[in-house]
């Protein structure tokens, strides 16, 4: 068959390397507490300066600057605005060297952004990951609302510098366009589906915390997460107009400990079934959850960036005639550009 007409599913590391930005670099307001050793290796691998040691370091002007000796080399690091302003940080060492970098407030901390070191090898990954996604011109690309859920969580991570209108753009201007988002279909009732209807435009994640107790003593805490459209009405979540009420397009985050929630028929199966595979296949139940969406469209090919991921698949290759690849070896089929 020819290879274009191969269905493929892609991983979930495979549309991070892609469509996220790792420029996170260090946390100025941890240069001297837990991210030394970040500001401290980021100096040495980008601007070749060693020897730097905790008393090299000293915070001036209000927070403002960031002064830096060592034996060789001195530098400052300095912000354009007060901390809450700030938008810049301008570099300057005595050699004549000088840089500009992004900073921003994510979750409550000024962060510094720019070009990150990354090791060949990880240069490499995403090299091939883009190129399979430009040069791709067959089948649509397969992904499924929890692919696209934990890309979403992904970018919230502190190591890229997104906002939630920016991952909507880009989910919405550069992922959907090309590919077909899949659905598991667990009941003969087709209105029962994870998410009948996938507004592009308008996604709302949901957060519930809650507690485990017996007999009133607590035994647990944990916190789930469930990307939903807004307009979306389904199963039985209880007053979900209550809470979306008045949310504008855009991701955003409820926190309301006190919502009770029962699981709906979908929930109940999917998680069924995916423990079945877990089990079944000695996997990691969240690589189960990507496998029953691929084994339910009855893809051809899995792509999987990560090996973690790719040694899960290959335990279902020959039970549902299922090839699992890396980009690159996808890459070598691919006719010459």
Not at 68 to 86: F, H, W, Y
Not at 297 to 306: F, L, N, Q, T, W
Not at 310 to 327: L, S, T, W
Request: glycine fraction near 4%; hydrophobic fraction near 35%; charge should be negative.
């Amino acid at each position: 068959m020819d290879i274009y007409l191969k269905k493929l599913y892609f991983d979930t590391d495979h549309i991070v390397d892609i469509f996220l930005k790792e420029d996170y670099l260090f946390s100025w307001d941890e240069i001297q507490g837990t991210d030394m050793g970040e500001f401290i290796k980021f100096l040495r691998n980008k601007y070749n300066i060693n020897g730097i040691k905790s008393e090299n370091i000293e915070e001036t002007d209000g927070g403002r600057t960031i002064n830096v000796s060592t034996n060789k080399n001195s530098l400052s690091l300095r912000l354009n605005n007060e901390k809450t302003k700030a938008s810049k940080a301008n570099l300057t060492i005595d050699d004549g060297r000088n840089d500009e970098f992004k900073v921003k407030i994510k979750n409550g901390t000024l962060n510094v952004y720019g070009e990150k070191f990354l090791d060949e090898s990880k240069k490499i990954k995403i090299e091939k990951a883009t190129e399979l996604w430009k040069r791709w011109s067959g089948e649509p690309i397969r992904l499924s609302p929890y692919l696209i859920g934990e890309f979403i969580a992904a970018s919230s991570r502190k190591r890229f510098h997104y906002s939630p209108d920016e991952v909507v753009n880009i989910i919405k201007d550069e992922i959907i366009p090309k590919c077909k988002i899949i659905y598991a279909k667990l009941s003969p009732d087709p209105k029962i589906l994870d998410m009948p209807i996938f507004e592009k435009y308008d996604l709302l994640r949901v957060d519930f915390e809650g507690k485990a107790t017996i007999s009133n003593r607590l035994i647990d805490r944990h916190q789930v997460s469930f990307m939903i459209s807004k307009d979306l009405k389904y199963g039985n979540w209880k007053d979900l107009d209550k809470w979306t009420k008045g949310i504008e397009p855009g991701l955003s985050f409820i926190n309301e400990p006190e919502i009770a929630i029962s699981s709906t028929y979908f929930e109940l199966e999917f998680f069924r079934k995916a423990s079945e595979f877990a089990l079944e296949f000695d996997i990691p139940f969240k690589d189960a959850i990507h496998l029953v969406y691929a084994t339910q469209e009855k893809v051809d090919i899995i792509v999987a960036s990560c090996e973690h991921f790719r040694n899960a698949a290959q335990k279902i290759e020959k039970k549902f005639g299922i090839e699992v690849y890396p980009p690159e070896q996808i890459l070598s089929q691919l006719p010459t550009p």
